[in-house]
């Protein structure tokens, strides 16, 4: 359950010290430090980052990509990923599709360059999001764990327009 806790506490909050993090869980700060360190070192803590709002910085578009490729993904196509920085995500799937990109544009015709990079790898279908209720939601406890609920307490999904 510790691991767990500090997972729960850090996805919450990346920057708090290891002495506010020992005194949550009430261990001290070397054992903390040394299972923030286990953790780290098994890559379950994969790093630390600064969660941005895409539209503060001039982004307000965001929109998902299906693509429905005409041949096996090369190196091409993960050039063309790795090189295009509005694409934020990208999943290889399941499905009539082959991927699913998550990406942001500036503006419409922004939409239609950045899409029109992938028409040559097959059949693109694009959707814009309204709103995103659901975002950078942290990971549930292990579940090695079973269902514990998460130390922060339910998070609730609201409506749009609520």
């Known amino acids: 359950m510790t691991d767990n806790a500090?997972?729960?506490l850090l996805q919450h909050d990346g920057r708090m010290t290891t002495?506010?993090?020992?005194r949550a869980i009430s261990?001290?700060?070397s054992s903390t430090a040394d299972r923030?360190?286990?953790l780290t070192d098994q890559g379950v803590i994969q790093g630390y980052r600064a969660v941005v709002d895409s539209v503060a910085l001039g982004y307000p578009l965001t929109a998902f990509i299906r693509l429905r490729m005409t041949n096996p993904a090369g190196k091409a196509f993960y050039d063309l990923l790795n090189g295009t920085p509005q694409v934020l995500e990208a999943h290889y799937i399941t499905g009539e599709d082959c991927f699913l990109l998550k990406l942001i544009a500036r503006s419409m015709p922004d939409l239609e360059r950045?899409?029109?990079k992938f028409l040559t790898f097959g059949q693109v279908t694009s959707n814009l999001a309204y709103s995103s209720p659901v975002r950078d939601r942290p990971l549930p406890p292990s579940a090695d764990e079973g269902?514990?609920?998460s130390i922060l307490g339910d998070q609730h999904v609201p409506?749009?327009?609520m």
């Open 6 to 8: 500090i997972l729960q």
């Open 19 to 22: 002495a506010e993090l020992a």
């Open 27 to 29: 261990m001290s700060a």
């Open 36 to 38: 923030v360190r286990r």
């Open 114 to 116: 950045v899409t029109a």
């Open 147 to 149: 269902d514990e609920a």
């Open 159 to 161: 409506m749009p327009g």
